[in-house]
């Protein structure tokens, strides 16, 4: 009668409830059968076999529903189904001996499978339903004829005991199933987090892998072209205006060679700027400083909150960092219409960095759990702001991206700074 558990059912999966419950409904006819013949029992047969044929009729349209409407049963409609099940064997206890019969235990049944599959509400409102069905037919049902005749105060005291017995195992099936099956939620939420952070992480290897390849691959061009420029710059140094440019474009390629050298920088290694530690406000306005080289088309308005009880820590100038944090501003940039905003203050041995521009802000699907892969600029923030988490991440902060409400985004960075200690670096 009663079907197996469904968690977000699938057609399949209904359809193996269905053929369970029909089943049911031929063990509830071969049942009566055996008690009328075997026993002897005189049954109110034309109600229990109306019962049966509303069940059956209940399911042929169950069936329909799966054939004809091709979407997936929701937790209420799986409730709903184990609930009518629940009416159809009270219906049926009703007028066969209520109480007296063997088959009520039967009510623990459907409340078992929707504590181990649908949340609590569902299961409270399952073992309610039951409770009441239970409770109704003590006073309500046909009794059957039976050898206690004679024994009517202590069999009845034997029937409630069943009663209470009941309510007992609904109040522990509750308490430890749902506290089991929250576990194991709880547990499988976990596993899929893991899993999709595994999957990002694949990405980013296989980004990492690719651009060590490029940085070997340019770096056998740059250094001819650097052989190249120094050879011009010897060969027309009587000509003022030629030296000038050689000498810029001779920046450019020493530029690109140290751009190449960090990306050939080993993943989750922590390499300190020039072997040296420095004071964290500074490190941010060089950061700053550079990133205004780079973009001097963009108006940055930096603030740096000074503290009061601490005194500004000293850090490792993780090259890593730096890139992420010019990731960010890059970003931002490139979405706003006026300028950038960027506001850092350290508290509580923790960095915390916001990023704020006036852009149209992220899309409304957006997440940081996308598959960076598929990024693009054209639909929110680029790889950059990928790599950015992934680094932050990996030294134990957090990056969190929101709209704001008059418009644009705020990028949030919350670090600790004990990777990042030249103590420990």
């Known amino acids: 009668m009663f079907s197996s558990a469904i968690n977000k059912v699938d057609t399949q999966q209904f359809q193996r409830l269905l053929v369970v419950r029909a089943i049911g409904i031929a063990c509830e006819c071969l049942a009566v059968i055996t008690a009328m013949n075997l026993f002897n029992l005189k049954l109110p047969v034309t109600p229990i076999l109306v019962i049966i044929g509303l069940q059956f009729l209940f399911n042929i349209l169950a069936w329909w529903r799966i ?21 159809s064997l009270t219906a049926l206890l009703y007028f066969s001996g209520g109480p007296t019969n063997p088959f009520v235990s039967l009510f623990l049944l459907p409340i078992i499978i929707i504590a181990a599959t649908l949340p609590t509400r569902f299961a409270a409102a399952m073992a309610l339903l039951s409770v009441v069905c239970y409770t109704l037919l003590m006073f309500f049902y046909v009794p059957l004829p039976h050898h206690h005749v004679g024994h009517g105060t202590e069999f009845d005291l034997h029937v409630f005991g069943m009663w209470l017995s009941f309510v007992l195992a609904v109040v522990i099936i509750i308490f430890f199933v749902l506290i089991m099956t929250e576990s194991l939620r709880e547990r499988d939420n976990k596993l899929v987090q893991i899993r999709e952070q595994a999957l990002r992480d694949d ?6 892998t690719f651009a060590a390849g490029a940085a070997h691959d340019l770096g056998t061009p740059l250094a001819t072209m650097s052989l190249t420029v120094e050879d ?22 020493q530029r690109c ?63 890593t960092l730096r890139q992420a944090i010019s990731n960010i501003l890059n970003n931002a940039a490139d979405a706003c219409n006026k300028g950038v905003e960027m506001k850092a203050k350290y508290r509580d041995q923790r960095l915390m960095l916001e990023v704020l521009d006036d852009g149209s802000g992220l899309p409304e699907d957006f997440s940081l759990t996308t598959e960076p892969l598929n990024s693009t600029k054209h639909d929110g923030p680029g790889m950059g702001i990928f790599l950015s988490e992934a680094v932050i991440k990996r030294l ?30």
Do not use: M
């Open 257 to 319: 060679k140290i751009t190449l050298t960090e990306l050939s920088a080993r993943s989750g290694q922590i390499r300190a700027e020039g072997g040296y530690r420095l004071p964290l406000d500074q490190y941010l306005e060089k950061i700053v400083t550079e990133w205004k080289n780079i973009r001097p088309d963009t108006s940055l308005d930096y603030t740096w909150e000074p503290t009061q009880d601490e005194e500004v820590p000293f850090i490792i100038g993780d090259q």
């Open 67 to 87: 054939k004809k409407i091709p979407t997936h049963p929701t937790d209420r409609e799986f409730f709903s189904h184990l609930g009518v099940d629940v009416l």
């Open 396 to 425: 134990g902060g957090n990056l969190l991206l929101n709209n704001l409400p008059q418009g644009g985004t705020q990028a949030h960075i919350d670090l600790p700074l004990d990777k990042l200690d030249p103590r420990f670096g």
């Open 203 to 208: 990405s980013l290897v296989a980004l990492g």
């Open 232 to 253: 011009l710059l010897c060969e027309y140094d009587s000509d003022p205006d030629l030296q000038q440019q050689l000498l810029v474009l001779q920046s450019q390629i």
